[in-house]
């Protein structure tokens, strides 16, 4: 049954062992991963000096929203811890910007290893913290009034998470989704404050364009299938030759450590297969059944990696269509911005954004839900507005600063 199973896979063309999931080879001439591991390594070195200097925790982690305050803007005090973390620390945004100039960030994993469900790379690890280095930069670039720099801050990190679209392992997709989510942070920090010139412009929207059906989760899980395969056919080898090797005393412990092992990887192949089947499918059929492999995942008892895993599995599929509708919203929002900037006002409707580029008609259609724009006037906030897809939790707000008569942004 195993064998069939297995057999099915191929058939499908699909990867069932680790091995399987080997991507080829990045040409060396469009690999940035040699400077990217020189940022890293810089990194390190700066983190273990600010520790043993007992530095303010700026200099180790600036993070998400929390970090930020409102809308993405540091207070006085942080302003000044990055000012000075930047300042005594350029090595480690110097390598990657470096790095950022290649289209690709390929990151050589052990495929052959007898132990799969332990991979993980310090270099994918690091990648938050370098995206949040960025964001710090940016924001300061805000506060220094260099729109500039601040729009080519965004750029950069939307160029870090291009970088490893490839990339099928579970912790780097993970990384790439947090790092979009702070990312719209940034931007929406940028284009409240001033417009953006015309090539900041078109490359954070050709980007923003590119990036987004690159949020699909199948070759995640495709890859997540064969390393709980391997994992459940090679990490007990030793054990199994153990008992093997014993004497007649543990030979029906072998011979139902083994039935054990089979039934593992049947039981892996049906739960990923139900799952697989669905990542990508919007309709509201796939939808009431992840809610039903999540309710019957969740009443899973037993502790193991796999029972961790599942519990979040259906989740992915929520995620995976929410992060491409912030590129959706990202891209409306930067016209809306630039519109703002320009008359000094919002459009009622997204209808009066659209053009060739963004046809109103296709506004939404990432999830199936539709788009719900918001522009609001607050006496003490000031002019702003919300893009909500209407079954997400958090809209993209975009708060602009106060304009004078004469257009121009009160500071």
């Known amino acids: 049954q195993l064998d069939a199973e297995i057999a099915k896979i191929r058939e499908r063309g699909e990867p069932v062992w680790f091995a ?75 390598f990657l910007r470096e790095a950022l100039t290649k289209p690709f960030i390929q990151v050589d994993y052990d495929y052959d290893t007898h132990v799969p469900l332990n991979v993980t790379h310090n270099e994918v690890m690091t990648l938050r913290r370098l995206g949040d280095r960025l964001r710090a930069e940016s924001a300061l670039a805000i506060a220094d009034s260099d729109l500039d720099h601040a729009a080519q801050c965004v750029i950069d990190q939307l160029l870090l998470i291009r970088a490893f679209r490839d990339d099928s392992a579970w912790y780097s997709q993970m990384t790439r989704s947090a790092d979009l989510r702070h990312t719209m942070t ?76 089979i039934k593992d990887q049947l039981e892996i192949m049906r739960v990923f297969d139900e799952i697989i089947a669905i990542i990508d499918d919007p309709s509201p059929s796939a939808t009431k059944r992840a809610e039903q492999l999540q309710e019957e995942f969740e009443a899973i008892s037993e502790w193991s990696p796999l029972a961790r ?34 008359t000094g006002g919002l459009p009622s409707t997204l209808q009066d954004v659209a053009d060739e580029s963004l046809p109103a008609i296709e506004i939404g259609l990432v999830s199936q839900q539709p788009l719900i724009y918001t522009p609001i006037h607050d006496e003490e906030l000031g002019d702003m507005f919300e893009i909500r897809d209407e079954g997400a939790r958090d809209p993209l707000s975009i708060r602009f600063e106060a304009i004078r008569n004469d257009g121009s942004n009160r500071r």
């Open 186 to 261: 940034s931007l929406a920090h940028r284009l409240g404050a001033g417009p953006l010139n015309t090539e900041h412009f078109q490359e954070i929207d050709a980007l923003l364009a590119e990036i987004e059906p690159t949020f699909d989760f199948r070759p995640m899980l495709l890859t997540e299938r064969a390393r709980y395969l391997s994992a459940a056919a090679k990490i007990d080898r030793a054990t199994l030759e153990q008992f093997q090797n014993s004497g007649s005393t543990t030979q029906w412990l072998y011979a139902n450590f083994a039935a054990l092992r």
């Open 309 to 342: 895993e599942l519990r979040t599995f259906p989740i992915y599929r929520k995620v995976a269509f929410s992060l491409r509708q912030q590129c959706v919203s990202a891209r409306i929002a930067i016209r809306l911005a630039q519109i703002y900037h320009a």
């Open 20 to 94: 399987d999931v080997r991507p080829e080879p990045v040409a060396d001439a469009e690999n940035g991963i040699a400077s990217y591991v020189h940022a890293c390594r810089a990194l390190s070195d700066d983190v273990a000096k600010a520790r043993n200097r007992q530095m303010p925790a700026t200099w180790t982690f600036i993070s998400n929203e929390k970090d930020y305050g409102s809308f993405g803007q540091l207070t006085p005090k942080q302003l000044a811890e990055v000012r000075t973390m930047l300042s005594e620390s350029p090595r480690p945004l110097a």
